[in-house]
T-cell receptor, first 115, second 111 residues
Framework: NAGVTQTPKFQVLKTGQSMTLQCAQDMNHNSMYWYRQDPGMGLRLIYYSASEGTTDKGEVPNGYNVSRLNKREFSLRLESAAPSQTSVYFC??????????????FGPGTRLTVL | GQQVMQIPQYQHVQEGEDFTTYCNSSTTLSNIQWYKQRPGGHPVFLIQLVKSGEVKKQKRLTFQFGEAKKNSSLHITATQTTDVGTYFCAPSQGGSEKLVFGKGTKLTVNP
């Protein structure tokens, strides 16, 4: 099992460009999440999906859109990138009712720089 | 929204010394998880605490959940260089699947 995979690993954008961060999990989890991590800020939830076809805003959703394409995949889109979106982005997944309720499994992250 | 304060923000210890990080909330928590993130890595789940006064041990790591379920701690006995990283507490938001991460405690260990 690959667990949670994210592409790309690194990305540099210019202000105003758009891009989509891809995330996939092979653990048959219902719930998926997108976080951003900035120095000294911990992880902040951008969007959350409890199941295929449903999404919910997190703490910092402005400037982002998401798509839960199917149970495996959850993508994050930046329509018009801004320097304030320079960050490390983590995707995670979890399964309700697992051995540890809501234990989240994280992908390796995407390091995004917006110039 | 629900917030937690994690202290200290940084901790530097000599190898073999003990280390403790604290997570405090102004509201009662339904449960709390702890994660470790190695430098350049991603967060990895360590433990979940659910019951008031709960204490769980994993080798040299001891996790506690306060009696009032408003605070939690992680204690590492006799630190090793492999303990280096940032430790995050993450209570469940309103009992849901969503977590609210603390800002973390960055631990460095001098060999």
């Amino acid at each position: 099992n690959a667990g949670v995979t994210q592409t790309p690993k690194f990305q540099v954008l210019k202000t105003g460009q758009s891009m989509t961060l891809q995330c996939a999990q092979d653990m048959n989890h219902n719930s998926m999440y997108w976080y951003r991590q900035d120095p000294g800020m911990g992880l902040r939830l951008i969007y959350y999906s409890a199941s295929e076809g449903t999404t919910d805003k997190g703490e910092v959703p402005n400037g982002y859109n998401v798509s839960r394409l199917n149970k495996r995949e959850f993508s994050l889109r930046l329509e018009s990138a801004a320097p304030s979106q320079t960050s490390v982005y983590f995707c995670a997944s979890s399964q309700r009712g697992g051995r540890f309720y809501n234990e989240q499994f994280f992908g390796p992250g995407t390091r995004l720089t917006v110039l | 929204g629900q917030q937690v304060m994690q202290i200290p923000q940084y901790q530097h210890v000599q190898e073999g010394e003990d280390f403790t990080t604290y997570c405090n909330s102004s509201t009662t928590l339904s449960n709390i998880q702890w994660y470790k993130q190695r430098p350049g890595g991603h967060p990895v789940f360590l433990i979940q605490l659910v019951k008031s006064g709960e204490v769980k041990k994993q080798k040299r790591l001891t996790f506690q959940f306060g009696e009032a379920k408003k605070n939690s701690s992680l204690h590492i006995t006799a630190t090793q260089t492999t303990d280096v990283g940032t430790y995050f507490c993450a209570p469940s938001q309103g009992g849901s699947e969503k977590l609210v991460f603390g800002k973390g405690t960055k631990l460095t260990v001098n060999p």
